[in-house]
């Protein structure tokens, strides 16, 4: 079962525009949600993190937004750049101590 | 400050071998994950120590082990290996937990023949 989704496997934006990039959950009991971005041939690294306790947390070009009713959060980048192309992961855990659990990834191009 | 550093990168093994996988952490970090991640599955967590403690364990069977050294550094070790057990493997450090920024390594890419 798999407890965090991304349904789309891959994701082509242009350079500058905004890249949404989309994950739902089941378990109601996850309260730390985090996206990590990984390069071919390097493990990932960790870009931002949001608390259930908020909707929103920004970064500079990124921004996570949590829905908590809807089991949803997505990840914008903006303006998109092409270094940003890589594949990111969200991941989410219900406490402290208690393992991440990862989704499948998002393949993001950034085509000039 | 240096970072997650696993050994070796890439390896090669036969059906029915074992492997041992080695991972040293970021200076000063005690807690110690390890994921495998496969095409069209993610990542998927195995286990993670903390303080030499196996503290949570993934949905994986017992011919996958690990520990943890005084040192903080951590071993995986695969028994009976199995062609599904090709994927590349990765080690993540944080300070105190799965909670913390966890950081990984390059990961190392096993090869089941």
């Known amino acids: 079962d798999q407890q965090v989704k991304q349904n789309s496997p891959s994701l082509s934006v242009q350079e500058g525009r905004i890249s949404i990039l989309n994950c739902d959950y089941t378990?109601?009991?996850?309260?730390?949600f985090l996206w990590y971005k990984k390069y071919p041939a390097e493990g990932p690294t960790f870009l931002i993190s949001i608390s259930s306790i908020k909707d929103k947390n920004e970064d500079g070009r990124f921004t996570v937004f949590l829905n908590k009713s809807a089991k949803h959060l997505s990840l914008h980048i903006v303006p998109s750049q092409p270094g940003d192309s890589a594949v990111y992961f969200c991941a989410a855990s219900a406490g402290n101590t208690d393992k991440l659990i990862f989704g499948t990834g998002t393949r993001l191009q950034v085509f000039p | 400050k240096a970072g997650v550093t696993q050994t070796p990168r890439y390896l090669i093994k036969t059906r029915g071998q074992q492997v041992t996988l080695s991972c040293s952490p970021i200076s000063g970090h005690r807690s110690v994950s390890w994921y495998q991640q496969t095409p069209g599955q993610g990542l998927q967590f195995l286990f993670e120590y903390f303080s030499e403690t196996q503290r949570n364990k993934g949905n994986f069977p017992g011919r996958f082990s690990g520990r943890q050294f005084s040192n903080s550094r951590s071993e995986m070790n695969v028994s009976t290996l199995e062609l599904g057990d090709s994927a590349l493997y990765l080690c993540?450090?944080?300070?105190?937990?799965?909670?913390?920024?966890?950081?990984f390594g390059p990961g190392t890419r096993l090869t089941v023949l």
């Open positions: 993540a450090s944080s300070v105190q937990g799965l909670y913390n920024e966890q950081f």
């Open positions: 378990n109601s009991m996850f309260d730390y």
